[in-house]
């Protein structure tokens, strides 16, 4: 069993930087998949970026790629989403999610575990 917790939403000015925690509970972090996926008012969960068991793997969706970056420190059980150069379009509520797998995966149905979301609202 792995809680998540999110937290480093806010409101920023298109350009802005932000950078997003998610800290779990329980002993085997290490041995979960991790992601981010967001959703805006009335769209579906999207996949945002993931990363690997070790931190060596990482993917991202192409409408974050170069502007965002998502690392672990297993140490501490914790996963980062550092997001730079902010546009309007990211403004979401953003959901860290563990996946009990070797495989990174870009579906939310394949997450076994969710945080509670937080609120990323960038202004134009």
């Known amino acids: 069993q792995v809680q998540l917790v999110e937290s480093g939403g806010g409101l920023v000015q298109a350009g802005g930087s932000l950078r997003l925690s998610c800290a779990a509970s329980?002993?085997?972090?290490?041995?979960?998949?991790m992601g981010w996926f967001r959703q805006a008012p009335g769209k579906d969960r999207e996949f945002v970026a993931a990363i690997n068991r070790s931190g060596t793997t990482t993917y991202y969706a192409d409408s974050v790629k170069g502007r965002f970056t998502i690392s672990r420190a297993n140490a501490k059980n914790t996963v980062y989403l550092q997001m730079n150069s902010l546009k309007p379009e990211d403004t979401a509520v953003y959901y860290c999610g563990g996946r009990a797998d070797l495989a990174i995966s870009l579906k939310y149905d394949d997450y076994d575990y969710w945080g509670q979301g937080t609120q990323v609202t960038v202004s134009s």
């Open positions: 329980g002993r085997t972090f290490s041995s979960y998949t």
